[in-house]
């Protein structure tokens, strides 16, 4: 939220050029945030030609990046910071935010709802987790109660079989 800010109050839109999560629990440990125009555009050709129509590139190649990572101490650590960008910044920050084109608004639009379901779906696991032990449970004390069954035929078997033979 930060860079964001600081991008927008300086004149750039900011990406996410970068994430690292854990293995373990998929806490992220480090990202790396930058300026949209940081790279370069790779043209895609197909076997015939252009796959698709050409536009002018918004990349130039700016450096201008934040990289942070996850201390062990629970903190946020800046490890690298370049201020330089290599094209003029836009003077207005609503300027800057109205050069997010459709494809950059709806892949924000899919990333919050991707957010929102990853959400549900953490609730839905803790619910099935939940009703999984409840029936595990549930099965433990059938076992039980079957087992106490067969213990009191074996019981009365010989009790049955002598009854029989008379």
Known sequence: MFYDDYS???????RVMSCRRSEKDGRILARRFGC????????IRGKFGSVRKPRPSTREGCKAMIHVKFDRSGKWIITKFVKEHNHPLVASPREARQTLDEKD??????????????????????????????????????????????????????????????
Do not use: W
């Open 8 to 14: 927008r109050r300086t004149g750039f839109v900011m």
């Open 36 to 43: 949209n125009k940081e790279g370069h555009c790779v043209s």
């Open 105 to 166: 608004k709806r892949i924000q639009e899919l990333t919050i709802e991707l957010r929102n379901k990853k959400r549900l779906c953490a609730a839905y696991k803790e619910q099935i987790d939940a009703f999984a032990k409840i029936v595990e449970e549930h099965s433990n004390r059938i076992a039980k109660k079957v087992e106490c069954v067969v213990n009191n035929l074996k019981e009365f078997e010989p009790i049955e079989l002598e009854l029989l033979h008379k």
